[in-house]
């Protein structure tokens, strides 16, 4: 039967106002936790959702199931909309779920520095105005053997001011295969636009040569650069220019060269087994004049663009009014600044969890998946340890994979047990592969692995109570 809801019986009307609904003891109650504010909202966001439901049928509902389902709604949106997850899918650099998780010191840092004030920008020894940029710098060359280092938001923000700074209304000479997108549909080629460089494409998609670069230099060029395709892979019939030629061809000829290395790893990661990723050190031994990398990549920190090279470019960028609208507040440097403390006291690998989570064997994450599917199995949750493959992720090192052991759950509905995981507190995201759930241990930090088993556990019963259903 439709509801005639042009008629003065409409039953839309018969639902309370939002007024009589905050009057209900359990709203008067969580107004005077939450604030009238949010309550006033919940409430609203109740009765337009009753208004929906009575437009295409149904009963009136009473006004206590209507008192809770806005008190459901409130606890939601008092709950935001950004919190932590666990993180079982293997891809240890994961780019929707925040990339690196920071270390502990890194995360004291950002503490000691939010709880009050600090010297972000003044000279404790002199008393006056200082610098935000000194805090990293000197690490950021004591790492990478640059002379001078500027810190801004991200790494695209880096690209986007070395090339508005260098080259604005000049050339930049850039290998077609390193056209690359990065994520969020960011072009490589489109940064260059924006920041009013002339782009010149050289070589082929597959093969670009060092006499390439030489036959395209000419008055306008101001810069030659290198884009570390990170995300992707070319293989087959293949050449790159190598980047120690590419750098004598542009001193010859007066051009300076920069090197957008993207993940920015101050490790070897062929240590790892894995394929080598080009090297922070290693462009600036190179010759390379500036370099540009990502904070929260492989170097395992905040978010954050670091650029590196010789000491008047990187004083040009500084002096860029874009310097000022990419810069970076107190909680970043803090944490950065922490991050890079671990590298040079040798101890990145044992402090810094991307490093952790690489460097940690198959034998040590069998030990911990047995332990989960032990547990598991006392409350009768079928689960047994597979073998798997993590991957670095967060555009680097694309297509290699580290060898992992996986907790693999068996049930007939996998995709369910993965909604009501994550829709846990704290949510947990694995991955479904042959049937199965699979959560890999090389991602879950070691201190959540008791949350971790009671998340699956109330995930479990969950599924049970709506199977009966």
Same mark, same amino acid.
């Given at each position: 039967?439709?509801?005639?809801?042009?008629?003065?019986?409409?039953?839309?009307?018969?639902?309370?106002?939002?007024?009589?609904?905050?009057?209900? %003891?359990? /709203?008067?109650?969580?107004?005077?936790?939450?604030?009238? *504010?949010?309550?006033?909202?919940?409430?609203?966001?109740?009765?337009?959702?009753?208004?929906?439901?009575?437009?295409?049928?149904?009963?009136?509902?009473?006004?206590?199931? #209507?008192?809770?389902?806005?008190?459901?709604?409130?606890?939601?949106?008092?709950?935001?909309?950004?919190?932590?997850?666990?993180?079982?899918? +293997?891809?240890?650099?994961?780019?929707?779920?925040?990339?690196?998780?920071?270390?502990?010191? *890194?995360?004291?840092?950002?503490?000691?520095?939010?709880?009050?004030?600090?010297?972000? =920008?003044?000279?404790?020894?002199? +008393?006056?105005?200082?610098?935000?940029?000194?805090?990293?710098?000197?690490? #950021?060359?004591?790492?990478?053997?640059?002379?001078?280092?500027?810190?801004?938001?991200?790494?695209?923000?880096?690209?986007?001011?070395?090339?508005?700074?260098?080259?604005?209304?000049?050339?930049?000479?850039?290998?077609?295969?390193?056209?690359?997108?990065?994520?969020?549909?960011?072009?490589?080629?489109?940064?260059?636009?924006?920041?009013?460089?002339?782009?010149?494409?050289? +070589?082929?998609?597959?093969?670009?040569?060092?006499?390439?670069?030489?036959?395209?230099?000419?008055? %306008?060029?101001?810069?030659?650069?290198?884009?570390?395709?990170?995300?992707?892979?070319?293989?087959?019939?293949?050449?790159?220019?190598?980047?120690?030629?590419?750098?004598?061809?542009?001193?010859?000829?007066?051009?300076?060269?920069?090197?957008?290395?993207?993940?920015?790893?101050?490790?070897?990661?062929?240590?790892?087994?894995?394929?080598?990723?080009?090297?922070?050190?290693?462009?600036?031994?190179?010759?390379?004049?500036?370099?540009?990398?990502?904070?929260?990549?492989?170097?395992?920190?905040?978010?954050?663009?670091?650029?590196?090279?010789?000491?008047?470019?990187?004083?040009?960028?500084?002096?860029?009014?874009?310097? $000022?609208?990419? $810069?970076?507040?107190?909680?970043?440097?803090?944490?950065?600044?922490?991050? /890079?403390?671990?590298?040079?006291?040798?101890?990145?690998?044992? =402090?810094?969890?991307? &490093?952790?989570?690489?460097?940690?064997?198959?034998?040590?994450?069998?030990?911990?998946?047995?332990? &989960?599917?032990?547990?598991?199995?006392?409350?009768?949750?079928?689960?047994?340890?597979? *073998?798997?493959?993590?991957?670095?992720?967060?555009?680097?090192?694309? +297509?290699?994979?580290?060898?992992?052991?996986?907790?693999?759950?068996?049930?007939?509905?996998?995709?369910?047990?993965?909604?009501?995981?994550?829709?846990?507190?704290?949510?947990?995201?694995?991955?479904?592969?042959?049937?199965? /759930?699979?959560?890999?241990?090389?991602?879950?930090?070691? %201190?959540?692995?008791?949350? #971790?088993?009671?998340?699956?556990?109330?995930?479990? $019963?969950?599924?049970? %109570?709506?199977?009966?259903?």
């Amino acid at each position: 039967m439709v509801n005639d809801l042009s008629a003065a019986g409409d039953p839309r009307r018969q639902l309370p106002s939002v007024d009589r609904l905050l009057a209900h %003891e359990v /709203l008067q109650a969580a107004m005077a936790e939450h604030g009238r *504010a949010l309550t006033v909202e919940a409430a609203r966001a109740t009765l337009t959702a009753a208004r929906a439901a009575l437009q295409v049928g149904g009963d009136v509902p009473d006004l206590t199931p #209507l008192a809770e389902d806005a008190l459901r709604r409130l606890a939601e949106m008092a709950r935001g909309t950004l919190y932590e997850v666990i993180n079982a899918t +293997g891809v240890i650099i994961h780019t929707n779920l925040g990339r690196a998780p920071l270390s502990r010191a *890194a995360r004291a840092a950002m503490d000691a520095v939010a709880r009050g004030y600090s010297n972000l =920008e003044y000279d404790l020894e002199a +008393g006056t105005r200082g610098s935000r940029y000194l805090h990293a710098e000197g690490l #950021l060359c004591t790492l990478s053997g640059a002379e001078a280092a500027l810190v801004v938001n991200n790494n695209a923000g880096a690209v986007f001011l070395a090339l508005s700074a260098l080259a604005r209304g000049r050339e930049v000479i850039i290998s077609r295969g390193q056209l690359v997108e990065i994520g969020g549909g960011f072009r490589i080629p489109d940064v260059l636009r924006q920041s009013g460089a002339r782009l010149v494409e050289v +070589g082929a998609t597959n093969r670009t040569h060092p006499a390439d670069f030489q036959a395209a230099i000419g008055p %306008e060029t101001a810069l030659l650069l290198r884009a570390h395709p990170s995300n992707f892979r070319v293989i087959g019939f293949t050449a790159e220019a190598p980047l120690a030629e590419m750098v004598a061809l542009g001193h010859a000829a007066g051009v300076e060269v920069m090197d957008d290395l993207g993940s920015g790893s101050l490790l070897d990661t062929s240590r790892y087994g894995l394929a080598p990723e080009p090297m922070v050190q290693q462009s600036v031994a190179a010759g390379v004049d500036l370099v540009t990398f990502s904070g929260d990549k492989l170097l395992g920190g905040p978010q954050a663009g670091l650029i590196v090279g010789r000491k008047e470019l990187v004083a040009q960028l500084r002096q860029h009014p874009l310097a $000022r609208a990419l $810069r970076v507040d107190k909680s970043t440097l803090a944490a950065l600044q922490a991050t /890079l403390l671990h590298y040079v006291r040798g101890e990145a690998e044992r =402090e810094v969890p991307v &490093w952790q989570m690489i460097a940690t064997p198959p034998d040590a994450l069998a030990a911990r998946a047995a332990d &989960w599917a032990a547990a598991l199995h006392k409350v009768g949750i079928p689960a047994t340890v597979v *073998a798997a493959f993590s991957t670095v992720g967060g555009g680097s090192l694309p +297509g290699e994979e580290l060898p992992t052991r996986a907790l693999a759950i068996t049930t007939p509905a996998p995709d369910a047990l993965a909604t009501a995981l994550r829709s846990g507190e704290p949510p947990v995201i694995g991955r479904i592969a042959d049937g199965q /759930l699979l959560l890999d241990p090389r991602t879950v930090l070691p %201190e959540s692995d008791e949350t #971790l088993l009671q998340a699956v556990m109330a995930a479990a $019963r969950s599924q049970t %109570e709506n199977n009966h259903d």
